[in-house]
T-cell receptor, first 113, second 113 residues
């Protein structure tokens, strides 16, 4: 039981490049989330999904897209990376919604030059 | 929208001393409140949560928190700090049908020998 895994662990991009971050969970959770963590700002929700085939915007969705084609996977895409997207990205999952515990992955450290 | 304020970005205590990390929230609906801990280079893990019922909530590693509606607070305490408690602690709020969990900026706890 691996829990929540994220790929890759580290990535360096140049401005304007694109990339996709992959999150996978093996707990059969319905809800999945993508957060970014910046110093002094805590975690901010980018997008989330309440089930396979669904996505919704969070607090800071601009510049990101997501897809949930399979229940166990949640992809975060950056179409044209900007230095402001330099951050640590965390994926999380939960069985229920607002009242349920979220289980977090180990994070992806992204640097955009 | 919901929000969380954590008072004090850094807290330093001596080993064996009381740990008190402060969290105040704002919510227009009955809140669900969480404390998560993050160890260096890791994802977040749940310490404890309040959803409904008893307002004094006990969590892992000897931590507890009390939900005080009149003070809109959910402070985290531990009677006796241990070196292994050194980490960053995040308070978070969600509620109702809102899956947009909001995190505080975090409090870094240092434990001195």
């Amino acid at each position: 039981n691996a829990g929540v895994t994220q790929t890759p662990k580290f990535r360096v991009l140049k401005t304007g490049q694109s990339m996709t971050l992959l999150c996978a969970q093996d707990m059969n959770h319905e809800y999945m989330y993508w957060y970014r963590q910046d110093p002094g700002m805590g975690l901010r929700l980018i997008h989330y999904s309440v089930g396979e085939g669904t996505t919704a915007k969070g607090e800071v969705p601009d510049g990101y897209n997501v897809s949930r084609l399979k229940k166990q996977n949640f992809l975060l895409g950056l179409e044209s990376a900007a230095p402001s997207q330099t951050s640590v990205y965390f994926c999380a999952s939960s069985y229920w919604g607002a009242e349920d515990t979220q289980y977090f992955g180990p994070g992806t450290r992204l640097t955009v030059l | 929208a919901q929000s969380v304020t954590q008072l004090g970005s850094h807290v330093s205590v001596s080993e064996g001393a009381l740990v008190l990390l402060r969290c105040n929230y704002s919510s227009s609906v009955p809140p669900y409140l969480f404390w998560y801990v993050q160890y260096p280079n890791q994802g977040l893990q749940l310490l404890l949560k309040y959803t409904t019922g008893a307002t004094l909530v006990k969590g892992i590693n000897g931590f507890e928190a009390e939900f005080k509606k009149s003070e809109t607070s959910f402070h985290l305490t531990k009677p006796s700090a241990h070196m292994s408690d050194a980490a960053e602690y995040f308070c978070a709020v969600s509620g109702g049908f809102n899956n947009d969990m909001r995190f505080g900026a975090g409090t870094r706890l240092t434990v001195k020998p």
